[in-house]
């Protein structure tokens, strides 16, 4: 049965049966010294590139020594494909354009069929018709006309593979128009389906220390319906709190709190979203805001993923052929090859700030020219021509309950080119305005940004008007020799009059409603770090990040930072760290910490536990933490930790705790549970549950958690079948799953891997592509063949079998397979009794007829998950004598 089984794959599929025939011809005509000519297609007549294989050579050498030479002509192209509309994946020059229905076209007089690339598919492509060697016009009228691909684009070819159903065409780019990388059409975003989901986070915590019991019970809520490509939102949560000791009963009443409810939907014209509700304002410019109204603003995820950030453009002069190769940090993250002249190279990767471009050229000859472009990301830098912008109005809200100002907001940030971005903003309320001018520049001296905000508060009881302004300096920058890295330094200097819109709108509500002003908590000045210095790959790196930020009116300032070192081994990991806290009293809290993992067991085992220790000190009290925590099962399914706490007090009053405690989680197909319990002075224990549900018109299905883009996998019958991209989330028996996390406006390759699923049931195809719109729920339909899985072996009445490759036909006369080797035959979808045609030539002498009972499946021999029998094929003569 194992040799069975070890040899079922390689026997029994039809494109097996002709790659061993297409081998076997080769070997023979190779032993008689025949030259073959393997003619390629040309990009009309479509064919395999198994094409012209089958001429001039003796079949008699495949008879296998039956004595029954095999008529191969109908290979002689290849494994053709019949006329007709076809939903086909196009590629160009490796890079997948969309999905496009394309036609195959019958060629009168001939067995061949005609593949019909339009016009109107190559203008999509980017094929710049004026380039070509002999000039076409692509005009509307002949755009859905026929064109020949490889005749007429020098180096152009075609290929049409109608088993994957994929187009791919190669076209230099000397004809075609700039296409970035990464780019996706807006014809192939898809809205996805009308449908709506429900997801749920459910926690529920009880402490008790002897004298106070407290329980605390926490249910948060999304639901979202789309329909026509709007999409809504809902996101709320509902809070108890209880307490009790040894007198009484505090109970908190259910609390309902509304976290957001909107209305989203693309604009694709303009690259943005609109959204009607409950949002938040662009933070870019002004302090982000939470509001009530209606809001426009661009999405950079709707560009190139090579737009999208900031990235310089490369200039440069090449003398030949020339490969231009650019390095950033020492590492190689762009390569192409130009033509004589200037280039220009303008789609590089937002690679964050890490270093200078060197960019390499080297010519035909050998020689290198080597110079460097200036990058540090960030500032808001934009490429040269790119904009960013958003427009905002609508009411105020959680900043004041009573008297929330109506007020708009407009930004606008555009690339000018030469490293250099410009912005500038507005906001507008009944008693507020501000206003902001600012630039950003990309020098070989790092990324620097300044602007100047000038806010105007009118004051109601004294009719005065408070006129204020603020200054902020951004930079950040990458030392290449010692790879130092200032992620960003800001500084910031506000004037005491400045106000922001949340901070006017306390002032005004304090001004009309209690006719009391207090004064208010405003920065004066302001100041950001974030530094990395890596030693070396084996000593590790060392940070420094802090905040440091003083007030008007005499308030105290607030200051926190912290250093450290972190490096990891081989072995494991080691840290240690230095903060320090002034809090508004003025007081220090220093905190020094030192850690260190190590996993456990041998490399090899992929649940191996990690054993972690941290130490902690500051504030006269000292905590030391031991911890366990790793991942067991299929796809790390569950994971659990345990843990021992113990802090002590250096005070006079000297005191320690002990803490145990331990967790488990699971993850399973439908959701997510979790439990932890700890003991120490008191006693806490929380149970939480997550998942989703999606309605949709084919049903319910469930999901541990979806995220903002959804996709729907839908296979009938491959029940058990895993989803590579659902973090081991299988297709139900209803032939549906779930893939959470698509990345919108992007390239998403969705593969099923059909381990798991029933032998009676077989993917057609196994991979897709889909590029959905934000928060769209897509669906993508993976056809199926479901029947009884049977392995026949075929017989002619001596015992011998017919030759292989002999094709398989049903009662109704249509091809339905090949035979492989010793006259086996694979197929799911015979009927219980029937008749099957077995044809290796023209010939009446060269067919048989074989007449089956399919057996039942509990006569399945030594219980495989396939049907086995063997019967005669039968000439015509035999079939008349047998009667």
């Known amino acids: 049965m194992d040799n069975c089984l070890a040899t079922l794959a390689t026997l029994l599929s039809r494109q097996l049966a002709l790659l061993v025939l297409t081998v076997a011809v080769s070997n023979a005509c190779m032993a008689m010294g025949t030259g073959l000519n393997n003619n390629s297609s040309n990009g009309a007549t479509v064919e395999s590139a198994s094409t012209a294989l089958y001429g001039g050579f003796d079949s008699s050498m495949l008879a296998g020594g039956i004595g029954n030479k095999i008529d191969v002509s109908q290979f002689t192209h290849g494994n053709p494909t019949l006329p007709g509309k076809y939903r086909v994946d196009v590629y160009i020059n490796q890079q997948w354009l969309g999905r496009r229905d394309i036609e195959i076209i019958a060629i009168p007089g001939k067995d061949q069929a005609e593949l019909c690339v339009t016009k109107g598919l190559l203008v999509q492509m980017g094929v710049e018709f004026s380039t070509l060697p002999t000039p076409e016009d692509p005009s509307v009228s002949d755009g859905e006309k026929c064109f020949d691909v490889e005749k007429k684009i020098p180096a152009a070819m075609v290929d049409f593979d109608s088993s994957d159903l994929r187009l791919s065409l190669s076209i230099p780019q000397l004809y075609l128009s700039h296409i970035s990388r990464g780019y996706v059409s807006p014809d192939d975003w898809d809205k996805g389906i009308d449908a709506g989901f429900f997801s749920y986070n459910l926690n529920s915590f009880h402490s008790s220390n002897g004298q106070i019991d407290s ?23 509902y809070s108890t709190n209880t307490s009790t000791n040894s007198t009484e009963t505090a109970q ?37 805001v939470s509001f009530q109204g209606v809001q426009i603003a661009s999405d950079d995820r709707m560009l190139p993923e090579s737009q999208r950030g900031y990235a310089p ?144 508060t009118k004051q109601a009881p004294q009719d005065s008007t408070l006129l204020g302004r603020s200054w902020r300096l951004s930079y950040s920058k990458v030392l290449e020799q010692t790879h130092t890295n200032f992620g960003l330094a800001a500084y910031r200097y506000s004037s005491g009059d400045f106000l922001t819109l949340s901070n006017a709108a306390l002032l005004h509500v304090e001004q009309e409603v209690t006719g009391i002003t207090s004064p208010l908590l405003l920065p004066e000045n302001s100041f950001q770090v974030s530094f ?35 490096n990891t081994r081989p072995w494991g990991t080691f840290g240690a760290s230095l903060g320090r806290t002034i809090d508004a009293t003025g007081i220090y809290h220093n905190l020094f910490t030192v850690s260190f993992s190590l996993p456990l067991g041998n490399e090899a085992f992929m649940h191996r536990p990690t054993l972690s220790v941290t130490a902690s000190h500051g504030d006269n009290q000292t905590t030391e933490q031991v911890a366990l925590n790793g991942t067991v099962g299929e796809n790390n399914r569950f994971s659990y930790n345990a843990y021992n706490n113990y802090v002590s007090s250096n005070s006079t009053s000297t005191n320690s705790t002990n803490i145990v405690g331990a967790g488990l989680q699971y993850a399973a197909q439908y959701g997510q549970l979790s439990a932890s319990y700890s003991a120490g002075e008191g006693r806490q224990s929380a149970i939480s549950a997550s998942g989703a549900l999606i309605l949709h018109q084919g049903g319910l299905i469930l999901a541990p958690s979806l995220g903002e883009t959804i996709g729907i996998v839908y296979a009938p019958g491959a029940e058990g079948a895993s989803v590579i991209n659902a973090n081991g989330g299988k297709i139900n028996r209803d032939g549906y799953a779930v893939i959470p996390f698509l990345i919108p406006y992007s390239n998403n390759d969705v593969i099923i891997d059909p381990k798991g699923s029933g032998m009676n049931v077989e993917l057609d195809t196994t991979s897709q592509q889909i590029a959905p719109r934000a928060g769209a729920i897509v669906l993508l339909k993976y056809s199926t063949t479901i029947g009884r899985a049977v392995l026949m072996t075929i017989n002619l009445v001596d015992g011998r079998a017919p030759p292989l490759g002999a094709t398989v036909l049903d009662e109704a006369g249509k091809e339905i397979g090949m035979l492989a080797q010793g006259g086996r035959f694979f197929n799911r979808k015979l009927t219980d ?51």
């Open 215 to 237: 329980n605390l019970f926490y249910a948060g809520i999304n639901l979202g319906i789309n329909v026509d490509g709007w999409r809504y939102r809902y996101n709320g949560s």
């Open 252 to 288: 908190q009443n259910g609390h309902w709190q509304l976290n957001s409810s909107y209305l989203q939907h693309d604009i694709t014209s303009l690259k943005s979203q609109l959204t009607i509700g409950d949002s938040y304002s662009n933070g870019d410019l002004f302090d982000s």
């Open 313 to 456: 453009v490369i200039h440069g002069v090449a003398e030949t052929n020339a490969k231009v190769t650019v390095r950033q940090g020492g590492n190689v993250i762009f390569e192409t090859n130009v033509p004589p002249g200037e280039f220009k190279i303008d789609d590089m990767y937002n690679s964050g700030s890490s270093g200078d471009f060197v960019v390499t050229v080297t010519e035909a000859d050998g020689r290198q020219k080597q110079f460097t472009v200036p990058y540090s990301a960030g500032v808001l830098l934009l490429r040269p021509g790119a904009s960013r912008y958003s427009a905002v109005i609508g009411k105020l809200l959680n900043v004041t309950s009573q008297d929330a100002p109506i007020f708009s907001e407009v930004i606008y940030q555009h690339g000018l080119g030469h490293g250099i971005t410009a912005y500038a903003g507005g906001i507008a309320a009944e008693y507020y305005s501000s206003a902001q001018l600012g630039m950003a520049l990309n020098t070989s001296l790092g990324a620097i940004g300044v602007d100047l905000t000038r806010s105007v």
């Open 532 to 566: 990395s210095q890596p030693i070396s790959e084996r000593f590790g790196s060392v940070y420094l990040n802090g905040t440091a930020q003083n007030y008007w009116n005499g308030a105290p300032s607030a200051v926190s930072y912290q250093a450290g070192y972190s």
């Open 833 to 883: 009794k029937g008749r099957l045609t077995v044809k290796w030539g023209a010939g009446r002498e060269q067919q048989c007829i074989a007449s089956y009972t399919m057996p039942a499946e509990a006569e399945s021999e030594n219980e495989l998950p396939f049907q086995q029998l063997t019967v005669s094929c039968l000439s015509d003569v035999q079939m008349v004598s047998t009667k």
